[in-house]
């Protein structure tokens, strides 16, 4: 037997409608708000990530999957969608032209991770970005956005943190007094903080040991450094969430993890599992520009698609039912049943039906399996008196039908039980 790779799950049709309720629910609230999709590729250089991401970050520096092409360029896996997005928008004139534009994204990111339950090495996000406006209600309806996936896909038990990380002119003073804190604490951080103290110190604020999460209590909050502009910013987005009555606390140590983000950074934490944010992002004002694009303000977010399946894992999601399943005796009736059931296809009503000739008795059991709100039989006496008998799987009742009437009335069932 081969054996899938680790980190890397198949989704199986138990799973499957609990997978496409999200979606279809993402793709529903993403057009309330006129974000429009995109599709980008699986694979982009390795430079798209490692500028847009940043070379000192986590991703960047042990997570990607890289490789060599042909012709010796280094190409990457994705791990997240906004560089990928960024590049595109950069890329496609018709779109950066435009005064402002609203893009989302679904589909596979590849982290070289240690697998575990909703951290794997291939997974699974939707994401948004909205480019064009500096204001805070582009950072509000990002927000807004997720917020609503989250409560129409039946998430109750979760809460938005927010926070802001200030801009290139007043980020820099904060940064002094974090690395000059952190600096008389070397002894006491982590390998990766260690490291993280020169390179990318806002990450010392994200790690997640125990030891250097004790540091984070007395560290230097960004709240006191923030420039008027940053701290106008914050203040507004804080107003529009009240008034828009979405709830929120405040995180003075929400950075995350990758070094495009300037002023909002938001994050939805489920209350019950303990697990990482569901749903992260922030805005990031200098990504286009890093990009060769012209200065364009931008604010988004990426929800993990995983990570919410195991938050809805104890609510009830109605699994779609088969219309109709054919039983039949065999041989004519065989027959008989194919062209039915090809003729129900064509009137958009499901059916299925076995091609051996099992005993009545397993057919009904496979009926039941698969959910189906009607079954038909036909066996030789059916054929012989060109009358179906049709069985309401959900009430019980039985009726014989004529062969001509059978599709007006299995709509018209159907229909009534789609009323009850």
């Known amino acids: 037997m081969i054996a899938k790779p680790p980190g890397i799950e198949d989704i199986f049709p138990d799973r499957i409608e609990r997978w496409n309720h999200v979606i279809r629910t993402a793709r529903d609230v993403f057009r309330l708000f006129n974000i429009r999709e995109i599709i980008i590729p699986v694979m982009e250089f390795t430079e798209v990530f490692a500028r847009g991401i940043g070379d000192e970050t986590d991703i960047v520096s042990k997570e990607m999957f890289t490789f060599e092409d042909r012709g010796g360029r280094s190409l990457a896996l994705r791990p997240e969608g906004t560089a990928s997005v960024v590049r595109a928008y950069v890329e496609n004139g018709d779109y950066n032209r435009l005064s402002s534009c609203k893009l989302f994204y679904m589909g596979p990111m590849f982290r070289a991770e240690r697998p575990q339950k909703g951290r794997l090495r291939q997974f699974n996000q939707f994401g948004a970005e909205i480019f064009g406006s500096a204001h805070p209600y582009a950072d509000f309806e990002a927000i807004a956005s997720m917020n609503l996936i989250a409560h129409k896909i039946g998430l109750r038990d979760y809460t938005l943190l927010i926070n802001s990380i200030g801009c290139p002119a007043c980020r820099p003073a904060f940064i002094k007094d974090l690395k000059s804190y952190y600096a ?124 919410i399946l195991i938050l809805l894992e104890t609510n009830k999601i109605n699994s779609p039912a088969l219309d109709v399943y054919i039983v039949h005796s065999g041989d004519n009736a065989f027959h008989e049943a194919r062209k039915t059931a090809m003729a129900l296809r064509a009137s958009g009503i499901s059916a299925d039906m076995e091609a051996e000739a099992k005993g009545f008795k397993s057919q009904f059991k496979k009926a039941d399996r698969e959910n189906a709100r009607l079954v038909i039989i036909i066996g030789k006496d059916e054929i012989s008196q060109n009358q179906y008998s049709i069985k309401n799987m959900i009430t019980g009742n039985q009726q014989s039908v004529a062969r001509e009437n059978l599709i007006a009335y299995v709509a018209q069932e159907l229909s009534a039980l789609r009323l009850k």
């Open 184 to 307: 008389s604490k070397k002894s006491q951080l982590c390998s990766d903080c260690s490291r993280r103290l020169e390179k990318n110190p806002l990450r010392l604020l994200d790690c997640k040991v125990d030891a250097c999460g004790q540091l984070k209590t007395e560290a230097p909050v960004i709240a006191g450094y923030l420039c008027d502009s940053c701290a106008q910013h914050h203040a507004k987005l804080k107003s529009l969430l009240a008034e828009g009555g979405i709830s929120f606390m405040e995180d003075p140590l929400l950075v995350r993890g990758l070094d495009y983000y300037t002023r909002t950074t938001f994050e939805f934490v489920s209350g019950s599992t303990g697990q990482n944010a569901f749903a992260a992002g922030g805005r990031y004002d200098t990504l286009v520009e890093m990009f060769g694009g012209k200065p364009t303000p931008a604010v988004g977010f990426a929800a993990g698609i995983e990570r």
